[in-house]
Structure formats: C-alpha cells, structure tokens
C-alpha cells in the first residue's frame, strides 16, 4: 500500500500567522521607541489646537503690553476653543480659479503657526505691498500731515462696525482722532456709535438709487441742497471722538462763489466762503470743536460730497460702506475725480472688504466678480498711485442645510477668486475667513455670549467688530515689525 501525501496547508496558515504576529510586535516597538524619541509626524499646515490658542494668547499679552487697549474682549479666545477640529474642505467646481503653486508668491502660509496669527498673503511683485503704508506709520511724528486709511466696504462694515475699533487702536498708538469722511446724509446715521449725525433738507445721489455712476464722490454719494438745508455733527464720549481740531467740506460749485453758514459748539453763526470750483473743493473749518451745525444756501450745482471730522496729526480711518454693494461700481467713478478726492486727502492705505453681496449658497462661479474687480483695482492703483492696498476676504456665512447652519460653499469659492484678484492684480489679501476660525465659525459668533454677529448668520454685532478689529490691528502689528526687519526701515 502506497504512502498518502502529507497536507502541509495547516503548516503553512501557521508559518503565516507566526510571521504576522512577529511584524506587528516589531511595528509596536519601533511606535514606542518613536514615542521615546518624541518622533512624530507634524502637519507644516495645522497646529494642536490648546497649543496654538496658548501662543495666540501670548502675542496678545504682549500686544497689549506693548499697544494698551482698554476695552478690549478677554475671554473672545474661548470663542476659538469651540472651533470645529473639521478641517475646511476645497469647493468641488469645474469653474473654480486656479492659482499656480509653483510660484513662491502665490504659495504663502497664511499661519503664523507659533502665534496663531493669520498673516497677510502679499502678492505684489517684490513681497513689499504694504511698504508705503508702513513707511508713513513708522515716520508719523515728522510726517507733517495724517496717515490716513480708507476702509472700503459693504453691509459688513455698515454704521462703523470693526472699522472704528481698527481706527481706535491705530489713533491710540500713533495719535490722532475724529471719525474722519462723514457723508451729508445716511442711512445708519442712527445706528453709528462713533458720532451724533442729523440732516435736513437734502437731495442725496447713490449707487444704489442713482444711474450715474460718475457724478459720485468717494463717499459712494452726492447730495444737493434744498431750502434751509444743514448737516450736524456731534462727538461722542469716548476717547478721541469726543471733538476735532478741524472739519473740512468737499464740494464742487462750477459756476458762482457762495457761503456756508456754521455753528461750532452751538455758538454764534459765523460764514465761510466757498469759492468756484469745477474740480473737488477743500473748504477747512479750523479750531477744536464737539459738535458743528452747517447750513447750504440752495444753490444750482452746488453738489456737497462729504465733511471730514479729524484731527491734523496722527491716524485718520474714514470708513466708506455702502449697503448691497459689490465693490465693482468704483470703477465707474472717473479716475481724475478719485485723483483729485485723493491730492486732498492724501491715502495711505486702502482696505477692501467686498465680495459678501455676491456669494451665493451654492453658487461656485465667480469669474465675472473676478474680472471685474481686477479692473476696479486696478483703477484704484491708478487714482492712488502712492498708496498701499489690502483685501480683506469674505467672512464665515452660514446657510441652513439639514436643520443645521453650515458655511455656504460659495463662501470658500469667493476667497479663492479674492486670492486670485488679489494675484492678478498685485495687491495683498488678508483672510477673514480663517481669522474668524474658519468653516461654520459664523454660528459660534451667534451663539457667544454676548453675541458677535447677528441672527441673520452674514453680519456682526459691535461686540464682533471689536473682536475682529483687534484682530485685524495685531496682523498689521506683526506685519509691520517684519517689514521692518525686512526692508531695515528706520525712522
């Protein structure tokens, strides 16, 4: 009788197993010994959250050593403890904008990672697009005039929120004070905390009620007077707002000379004369004053632009929000007017915060915007040839998806055709976005005690304004103490 093969198969599922076994307790000694090592794997991107919230914390300390700011929130930080760990996911979208990684300039980290800072990405050629700005802060006291910021933007900045915190800090740091270009007339005039504002008797021209554009001044506005027409202006109680050592008129009068009439601190009328002027004229009303009432004879082409409230050194923020609106509509406003709005006052820096009108909840196109906003900064550059220019991105915006609000996808499109406009256009950009803490932060904002945005899930409070203006000054902070460094700018 023959011998039967032997089945070897049990022999090897053992071999196999035994060889497994040996691999993982090799796997799990080389992990203890990595641990031993403190050996890990760091994302280059992304910080342990209670790390980065600490770091943050310190920079602020030293921020408020260095820069005291009273009033300013303590325990907004905890807002950031609540963040998501959910990381930010690109918008999924054919017509999505594509920016070449390649180049150094368009590969920025946005993270200071060691003081949670989110930094200004620089797009212009030489990484130097905030230079001129810094240049004029860092030499204020011989500057013999203001450095002064427009702060263009929409609904967002509406009625002084997060603009007058951004001014307040800067004007107590490097002097200087008022509230800046006020328009003659509007429609949060009762709303605003920075200034008492009253009006009479007006014809007001806008982009949002008027088909030509040109005839607008920098305030986004004209306004014409009627009988017995007047502007009022009044301080408020609060450091630096309370008065101004001069207010100024910007009109144009193309055919006869004429008089204003004013009042300072509700005393006796006294008249100041506006000459004829085809192009935008300057009248100064000099001497300190808390409040100032000025009445327009109702003359034919008398067409009023604004009146500046502001000191004559130090920090000037004027801040020119216009409700529902894209940005896009500057462009129509002549070059040789802007010019002129800008040999009188004399920019320095230009903040831009659009883009909120025109995100949609699932729209993830924007390419017109995008074209369109090239030209208009472009435009800019050219009416202010002598002036630095930062972008501000689109905020958190939630939308209700399955019972829960959730960033709008068409949020995360909109900054990446901001970045683009800002590459294309040479300018810098600064993400709200993520300074806010990122995707579905806008609900964390409603939700905190008390409230930094509103229950509309788009807009802030003036508790939320304060939160992301002291932001915001620390990003200019830590970027002009690099540029600094950078550049060897000195005094």
């Known amino acids: 009788m023959e011998a039967q093969p032997r089945n070897y198969i049990y022999s090897v599922l053992f071999l196999v197993a035994l060889v497994v076994i040996i691999l993982e307790g090799l796997r799990l000694v080389n992990d203890m010994a990595s641990d031993d090592l403190n050996l890990k794997k760091v994302n280059s991107y992304s910080v342990e959250k209670k790390d980065s919230l600490s770091k943050k914390q310190s920079f602020s300390a030293m921020i408020d050593t260095l820069f005291p700011a009273p009033g300013k929130p303590k325990s907004d930080v905890s807002l950031l403890e609540e963040r998501s760990s959910t990381e930010t996911k690109d918008v999924v979208d054919d017509n999505k904008p594509e920016i070449d990684n390649k180049s150094e300039i368009n590969n920025q980290p946005e993270i200071d990672n060691q003081l949670g800072i989110v930094k200004f990405n620089d797009y212009s050629e030489n990484r130097d697009g905030l230079r001129l700005f810094f240049e004029k802060l860092l030499n204020i006291e011989t500057l013999n005039r203001p450095v002064r910021i427009a702060f263009f933007g929409d609904s967002f900045i509406e009625g002084d929120i997060l603009s007058s915190d951004l001014r307040r800090l800067f004007q107590e740091n ?109 009248v100064d009303i000099k001497g300190g004053c808390a409040n100032i009432q000025i009445s327009f004879p109702p003359v034919n082409n008398l067409y009023v632009y604004g009146v500046s409230l502001e000191d004559s050194t130090g920090v000037i923020l004027d801040n020119y929000s216009i409700r529902s609106f894209s940005g896009t509509g500057l462009l129509h406003i002549p070059q ?78 909109m900054i990446e055709h901001q970045k683009n406009i800002c590459k294309k256009s040479g300018i810098v950009f600064w993400n709200l976005f993520e300074a806010m803490g990122g995707k579905n932060s806008m609900p964390l904002f409603v939700n905190s005690n008390p409230p930094k945005a509103n229950k509309d899930y788009t807009h802030l409070t003036f508790a939320g304004g304060e939160y992301l203006g002291n932001l915001l000054y620390e990003t200019f902070m830590y970027e002009k103490e690099a540029y600094e460094k950078k550049f060897s700018m000195v005094k």
């Open 336 to 413: 040789k007017k802007l010019s002129q709005f800008n040999s009188l006052l004399q920019y320095d820096l230009i903040i831009l915060g659009y883009g909120l009108n025109v995100a949609e909840a699932k729209r993830t196109d924007y390419k017109t915007y995008e074209t369109e906003m090239v030209k208009t900064v472009n435009h800019l550059k050219e009416s202010f040839p002598n002036t630095s220019i930062l972008l501000v991105g689109v905020p958190d915006r939630s939308y209700k998806e399955n019972g829960d609000y959730e960033t709008m996808p068409g949020v995360l499109a």
């Open 174 to 282: 490097f002097g200087g004070g008022g509230v800046g270009m006020m328009p003659v007339t509007s429609q949060v005039s009762g709303f605003r905390k920075t200034v008492v504002h009253q009006f009479s008797a007006w014809n007001t021209y806008s982009f949002n009620n008027y088909s030509d554009k040109s005839a607008l001044g920098i305030c986004g506005s004209v306004s014409t007077p009627n009988n017995n027409a007047w502007v009022y202006y009044q301080g408020v109680k609060k450091d630096r707002l309370n008065s101004w050592n001069r207010v100024s008129v910007f009109y144009a009068l193309p055919d006869n000379n004429t008089r204003i009439f004013y009042k300072k601190n509700k005393g006796a009328s006294v008249y100041a004369n506006l000459p004829k002027s085809e192009n935008i004229g300057r």
